[in-house]
Nanobody
Framework: QVQLLESGGGKVQPGESLSLSCVAS????????MGWYREPPGKLREWVATITRGGVANYAESVKGRFTLTRDNAKNTMYLQMNSLESDDTAVYYC???????????????WGQGTQVTVAS
């Protein structure tokens, strides 16, 4: 069984920074792409950023230049550094990953439970 656990959410003021982490644990053989999605209040879940196993990251236009996505493959961990936060960044942030389990060696997509980020003065 595989689990994704996010941490680092909270409340900050506009212009401030926050860092999120996502740790994958369980019956993991390998992890390919990892990424973040977010669900603003009253809106649909949207893609934020994705990073390949090799460390190539892509970002939604709304966060490009403000957010930085990195990962540590040895720790099965992904980090999202969020700078210059805006009120529109307020959302529940979800970790997502494509993981090959060592149970059946099949690629499956997993989600974390989400962590709240609130940007307000």
């Amino acid at each position: 069984q595989v689990q994704l656990l996010e941490s680092g959410g909270g409340k900050v003021q506009p212009g401030e920074s926050l860092s999120l982490s996502c740790v994958a644990s369980g019956s993991i053989f390998s992890i390919s792409a990892m990424g973040w999605y977010r669900e603003p209040p009253g809106k649909l879940r949207e893609w934020v950023a994705t990073i390949t196993r090799g460390g190539v990251a892509n970002y939604a236009e709304s966060v490009k230049g403000r957010f930085t996505l990195t990962r540590d493959n040895a720790k099965n961990t992904m980090y999202l550094q969020m700078n210059s936060l805006e009120s529109d960044d307020t959302a529940v942030y979800y970790c997502n990953a494509d993981i090959m389990t060592d149970d059946d060696y099949r690629d499956e997509n997993f989600w974390g439970q989400g962590t709240q980020v609130t940007v307000a003065s």
